[in-house]
């Protein structure tokens, strides 16, 4: 079972940057791509950013494309989502998770980590 660990969100002020990072206990076939999701409080969980771990390919949906850059670490089993330019809307739960299904969907997940809260002030 793949053990996924998140670290790094916070408080931040709008305009401001933060860097999340997630960490993974091992990689195997079912978590080849990795990526981050979001929850902001009454909304349903978005997907935000995959990548995989052999070729770096990276994927993102529209509306964080040119703000937020997904990027690894193999030799640390490692992830980070690099978010600039928040703004209050990105106040949510950030979610890592790993999939063997490359861009990463909902109903693919084969873990979850715990989440981290991020938090954007105007």
């Known amino acids: 079972q793949v053990q996924l660990e998140e670290s790094g969100g916070g408080l931040v002020q709008a305009g401001g940057s933060l860097r999340l990072s997630c960490a993974a206990s091992t990689r195997t076939s079912s978590n080849s791509v990795m990526g981050w999701f979001r929850q902001a409080p009454g909304q349903e969980r978005e997907y935000l950013a995959s990548t995989l771990w052999n070729s770096g390919s990276t994927h993102y949906t529209n509306s964080v494309k040119g703000r937020f850059i997904i990027s690894r670490d193999n030799a640390k089993n490692t992830i980070f989502l690099q978010m600039n330019s928040l703004k209050p809307e990105d106040t949510a739960v950030y979610y890592c998770?790993?999939?063997?299904?490359?861009?990463?969907?909902?109903?693919?997940?084969?873990?979850w980590g715990r989440g981290t809260l991020v938090t954007v002030s105007s």
């Open positions: 998770a790993a999939s063997g299904v490359y861009p990463l969907m909902l109903r693919h997940i084969n873990n």
